[in-house]
């Protein structure tokens, strides 16, 4: 038994007990007090999401708010980099796009067809006078037959262009910048509306978390 008032309670209250009561008093008071300890603990990292004044007689003593809330900045900050690097994973990845335009077609032949003009217009500015020579070796079907391929072989080769995916990636989280703003608007949030936000995350599991404290709580007056 522990040397809190509670201890001190249980001690008394243990003396008076026959055996049978004591086999059950233990597990009982060590499960009810490890699921009021956790679902206190639980609540003082949410709540008050203001800070609240605790006066005694009149005498400011000190405010009290969610541990959670008070360090709102610092939470902003690392939320707004895991919500980067969600994005950058999962939405802004250059393939993902292009699988995204692929699922429009009419959009997606367009954006083809203007990658496939320009690029046809390039390599033949690259070559200049060699075209001339180029159709003169392979012949003009033969030519026009090398630019199609080459034209299949671009589109292709965008799936298969990775360095290109890790830099457009980049530029597109850069361009965005999706952090900055993320964390600017939380650090921004009312303290209430950020609880609102992100409590839920967590909330769904909370009893989990509480009934685990009374479990312990059992275990530990059972071993006493």
């Not at 001339?132 to 262009?161: C, H, N, P, S």
């Not at 965005?176 to 995350?201: G, K, S, Y």
């Amino acid at each position: 038994m522990n040397d809190s008032p509670g201890g001190l309670l249980q001690f008394i209250a243990f003396n008076n007990l026959s055996d049978e009561g004591r086999a059950i008093f233990l597990p009982a008071t060590g499960f009810l007090l490890g699921i009021v300890t956790n679902w206190l603990a639980i609540l003082m990292v949410f709540k008050p999401c203001f800070p609240t004044p605790i006066r005694i007689c009149g005498w400011h003593i000190c405010n009290i708010q969610g541990l959670f809330l008070k360090r709102q900045p610092e939470v902003c900050v690392l939320y707004a980099k895991m919500l980067k690097q969600s994005c950058s994973e999962n939405f802004l990845s250059f393939n993902k796009i292009i699988g995204y335009l692929q699922t429009l077609p009419e959009l997606w032949e367009k954006l083809k067809a203007a990658y496939v003009a320009h690029s046809t217009a390039v390599l033949r500015e690259t070559l200049g006078s060699a075209t001339w020579f180029a159709q003169w070796t392979i012949g003009k079907e033969g030519y026009r037959d090398l630019e199609q391929d080459l034209k299949v072989a671009m589109v292709d080769g965008l799936y298969r262009a990775h360095r290109l995916h890790k830099v457009s990636a980049q530029y597109i989280s850069k361009v965005t910048d999706i952090e900055a703003r993320n964390r600017e608007c939380l650090q921004r949030m009312p303290a209430d509306e950020f609880e609102n936000l992100l409590h839920p995350v967590f909330q769904e599991d909370e009893w989990i978390l509480i009934l685990l404290g009374g479990i312990l709580g059992a275990i530990v007056g059972i071993v006493q």
